[in-house]
């Protein structure tokens, strides 16, 4: 896909989310997208044993207070390839700083159910967020920004409500950058 195509997809089309997928669930290699040249570049790989537990991906049209799109978790059942488009709904976000070279920046990641691209309804079976699963999701992000030589701190699940509103600062953000309405798009 033209980079122009994938930079200009809407964060929200009639309701739902679109994500991009750059890691797929299960994978060591980070993959990062490279708005310049329009693809997927190998960014790092994981140390054996530590693996993305679900897909991992991005809002197209927003960005966080790191100056990056916002990031997303898709809670499938099965990995999805890298560069899919995912249509998702919201279900809760990670709120959360991370620590680089003494510098601290929000760096959010919003948790997202995957849906039928016809339907619109969740993908079954459907994974539950429960509370081991925002522990072992949580412990994820810290392990691996440790490793990277980044503390992720006061990582906290919000729901919903939460989730939406700080998709909409990201996708106000992104407007405000880019001077355009792309980013939310109503038929």
Not at 16 to 38: C, P, W
Not at 54 to 80: K, N
Not at 149 to 158: L, R
């Amino acid at each position: 896909m033209a980079p122009e195509k994938l930079e200009s997809l809407p964060a929200l089309d009639q309701g739902v989310l679109n994500v991009i997928v750059e890691t797929s669930k299960g994978q060591r290699s980070k993959f990062k997208y490279d708005s310049k040249r329009g693809i997927l570049q190998l960014e790092k790989r994981l140390p054996l044993g530590l693996v993305f537990p679900f897909d991992f991906g991005f809002v197209p049209s927003t960005i966080g207070e790191d100056a990056d799109p916002l990031d997303a978790l898709i809670l499938g059942e099965e990995p999805t390839i890298p560069g899919t488009l995912v249509l998702c709904q919201l279900t809760a976000v990670l709120e959360a700083e991370q620590t680089e070279k003494e510098e601290t920046k929000r760096n959010d990641r919003f948790i997202v159910t995957p849906l039928d691209a016809k339907s619109r309804k969740p993908l079954e079976p459907a994974i539950q967020f429960d509370k081991p699963m925002m522990d072992a999701v949580t412990e994820f992000f810290v392990v691996y920004n440790k490793l990277q030589g980044k503390a992720f701190h006061k990582p906290a699940i919000q729901g919903r409500e939460r989730a939406q509103e700080l998709m909409q600062q990201g996708i106000a953000r992104a407007q405000g950058r880019h001077g355009r309405a792309s980013a939310v798009h109503h038929r």
